[in-house]
C-alpha cells in the first residue's frame, strides 16, 4: 500500500468529491486524509445513481483523479462496455428498438430465455459497442450485424434498404444465378465489412465480393463530414487493403468490381470467371480485381488480374 502523505497532496485535500464515492465498508482503515491522491492502490466505489441504483465497482485511485483518465461510474456512462445501469440500458430508453434485434438468431442472445433475454437488455448499455444481430421490417431482407451505438446513436439501418445501386445490382445478379448470400459480412471479432458473402455450395466455397464506388480510387466527400476529401480517401485506401490481407488470412476468395466495370452483364461474366478460376484453383487464397490500375497502380488491362496469396 502507498504511504502516508502531507495532507494537501491527498485525495481528500485535492478531490473532495471523488472522495465521498469511496465505499464506506469495503476499504478496510483507508484515510484519505493520508492516501495521496495519485496512489496506484485499488480501492472500491460506491455511485447511487439518480433512479437509486447503488453501483459498486474496483478502481485504481489515480485512475479516478489522473487528468488524462479522470475514470467516473463505468455502469453510469452511456458508452458503458459491459454493463450499463439499467435507468441508462437500451431496454429502458429504447424498447422500440429492441424489437428489432434478431434474437432467435443472434449469436449471444439466442440461448437465452425470454427473461433472460430482456434481463440482459436492461444491462446492455444504450450507446456501447455490443454487435447484436438486426432484423429489417421487410421479410425478405436477410438479417444484418451492427453495434448498439450504431442504431441507437448513428441512426444507422437495414443495409438492404441502403444499399447502393451497384450493390443492388450484384444482389440481383447473385439472385439470378442462384446463390444465397450474407449482407454486411464481418469477420468474428473483426469491424471491418464486407459487401457480399456469398455461401458455399456443392461445387463451390464460400467467397466475399465487394463492389467498389467511386470513393475507392477518387478523393470525395463520401461517408465523412468532418474529415477532408484526402484524409477519407486515405482512411478507404488503409482499410481496402486490410480487409484484403484479412480475407487472405481466414482463407476466404475475394472479388473487387469497380464502379467503371458494373454493368449487370459485367457482374455475371466476372463473377462466372471468378468461379471458374477458383474451381482451377489449389493453395493459396484468390483475390481478383477488375483493372488492375485502379485498384494496385499496374498497367492497366482489359481482362481480370490474378492476386494469389503463395502462403499454403
Keep these: 500500500m502507498s504511504k502516508k502523505c502531507c495532507i494537501h497532496q491527498s485525495l481528500l485535500y485535492k478531490f473532495p468529491g471523488i472522495t465521498n464515492q469511496l465505499h464506506p465498508t469495503r476499504n478496510g482503515d483507508l484515510d484519505p486524509s493520508s492516501k495521496p491522491a495519485s ?16 453501483h459498486i465497482w474496483s478502481a485504481k485511485i489515480n485512475n479516478r483523479t489522473s487528468e488524462a483518465n479522470m475514470n467516473g461510474c463505468p455502469i453510469c456512462s452511456l458508452g458503458a462496455s459491459r454493463e450499463s445501469c439499467r435507468c441508462k440500458s437500451l431496454g429502458m430508453t429504447n424498447p422500440k428498438l429492441c424489437a428489432e434485434i434478431d434474437m432467435e438468431n443472434d449469436r449471444t442472445m439466442s ?3 425470454e427473461k433472460e433475454r430482456w434481463d440482459f437488455l436492461f444491462r446492455l448499455p444504450s450507446m456501447g459497442t455490443q454487435y447484436l444481430l438486426w432484423k429489417c421490417d421487410v421479410p425478405e ?18 443495409p438492404r434498404c441502403k ?12 439472385e439470378m444465378l442462384g446463390y444465397k448470400f450474407t449482407r454486411e459480412f464481418r469477420f468474428p471479432n473483426s469491424a471491418y465489412r464486407y459487401d457480399f458473402l456469398v455461401h ?6 464460400p467467397w466475399l465480393l465487394e463492389m467498389d464506388g467511386t470513393q475507392h480510387f477518387v ?19 488503409k482499410r481496402d487493403i486490410e480487409k484484403d490481407g484479412l ?3 481466414s482463407k476466404v476468395h475475394m472479388l473487387r468490381i469497380p464502379h467503371t466495370h458494373a454493368a449487370i452483364e459485367e457482374i455475371k ?3 462466372e470467371h471468378f468461379l471458374r478460376v477458383t474451381a482451377q484453383h489449389t493453395g493459396g487464397t484468390l483475390k481478383m480485381c477488375v483493372n488492375g490500375k485502379l485498384y494496385d497502380e499496374q498497367p492497366t488491362v482489359e481482362q481480370l488480374e490474378l492476386f494469389v496469396d503463395s502462403a499454403s
Excluded at 444499399?163 to 447473385?174: I, N, P, Q, T, Y
Excluded at 478523393?219 to 478507404?236: D, P, R
Aim: hydrophobic content about 30%; some cysteine; glycine content about 6%.
Design 141 to 158: 431482407h436477410e438479417s444484418w450485424e451492427a453495434q448498439v451505438y450504431n442504431r441507437n446513436g448513428v441512426g444507422s439501418g437495414c
Design 247 to 249: 480475407a487472405q488470412i
Design 269 to 271: 461474366e466476372y463473377i
Design 219 to 237: 478523393a470525395t466527400s463520401f461517408g465523412s463530414n468532418t474529415k477532408t476529401k484526402e484524409e477519407m480517401f486515405l482512411t478507404q485506401r
Design 200 to 205: 458455399e455450395t456443392a461445387s463451390t466455397p
Design 163 to 174: 444499399s447502393s445501386k451497384l450493390e443492388r445490382d450484384a444482389s440481383a445478379v447473385l
Design 111 to 113: 440461448s437465452m430465455s
Design 39 to 54: 496512489s496506484n492502490d485499488t480501492v472500491d466505489w460506491l455511485c447511487i445513481c439518480d433512479c437509486g441504483e447503488e
